[in-house]
């Protein structure tokens, strides 16, 4: 199972960036798939999920900014952050659960410039 992360980057408050994650080696369609984000000396935070059956939940300071979004055809996850912050500012990985096993993106950086 591999999670290849990529669209992270420098950004100013109030700006967008659209985050993707590419899966390979699992059954994407049927996989629950989540976002989360670590911020330096914070814990990893799950932001977003995204389930096989359609159902989609945020942690309550992204709800109404950012959008988490699959396309099972291309086994991609996508998250889209508008109204971004700095506070949104951490590392941002996409996560999913197989066969027993925690599997990881590399991560990708985002920084929210004031």
């Known amino acids: 199972v591999q999670l290849q992360a990529s669209g992270g980057g420098l950004v100013q408050a109030g700006g967008s960036l659209r985050l993707s994650c590419h899966a390979s080696?699992?059954?994407?369609?049927?996989?629950?798939m989540n976002w989360y984000r670590q911020a330096p000396g914070n814990q990893r935070e799950l932001v977003a999920t995204?389930?096989?059956?359609?159902?989609?939940d945020y942690t309550d300071s992204v709800k109404g900014r950012f959008t988490i979004s699959r396309d099972n055809a291309r086994r991609t996850l996508h998250l889209q952050m508008n109204s971004l912050k700095p506070e949104d500012t951490a590392v941002y990985y996409c996560?999913?659960?197989?066969?027993?096993?925690?599997?990881w993106g590399q991560g990708t950086q985002v920084t929210v410039s004031s």
């Open positions: 996560h999913t659960g197989y066969k027993g096993r925690d599997y």
């Open positions: 995204s389930t096989s059956s359609g159902t989609v």
């Open positions: 080696g699992l059954f994407f369609s049927i996989q629950t």
